[in-house]
Nanobody
Framework: QVQVEESGGGSVEAGGSLRLSCSTSAPAYESRQMTWFRQSPGKAREGVAS??????????LDSVKGRFTISRDNAKNTLTVYLDMNALKPDDTAMYSCALGPQLNRLRGRWSDELKYVFWGRGTQVTVSS
């Protein structure tokens, strides 16, 4: 069982920035898809940003391209990713969760399918005011 924990959420004004962190208990050498999802009340969960830990695949939701950046902390001995969020908009308000796919599973175009992920964190709330 892999533990996943998100942190870094908060309340900001439109145009502001936040950095979310996703810490896991998975060893850094593991090959997994790691993805940030978000969900706001009354809306379906959607994939925001994804990367594979041993390939160069990086994907973004169209509405966050150019504003959000997913990255990995290569200095840690467990899988850790960040989501840098800039130029935040009220529409970005949501609960943000980090998810890990199965080992050796490269999702490519299916990166945003939440059913492909096996380990989830509890999420961190992001609220953007206008």
């Amino acid at each position: 069982q892999v533990q996943v924990e998100e942190s870094g959420g908060g309340s900001v004004e439109a145009g502001g920035s936040l950095r979310l962190s996703c810490s896991t208990s998975a060893p850094a050498y593991e090959s997994r898809q790691m993805t940030w999802f978000r969900q706001s009340p009354g809306k379906a969960r959607e994939g925001v940003a994804s990367m594979h830990t041993t390939q160069n695949d990086i994907y973004y939701l169209d509405s966050v391209k150019g504003r959000f950046t997913i990255s990995r902390d290569n200095a840690k001995n467990t899988l850790t990713v960040y989501l840098d969020m800039n130029a935040l908009k009220p529409d970005d308000t949501a609960m943000y969760s980090c998810a890990l796919g199965p080992q050796l599973n490269r999702l490519r175009g299916r990166w945003s399918d939440e059913l492909k992920y096996v380990f989830w964190g509890r999420g961190t709330q992001v609220t953007v005011s206008s």
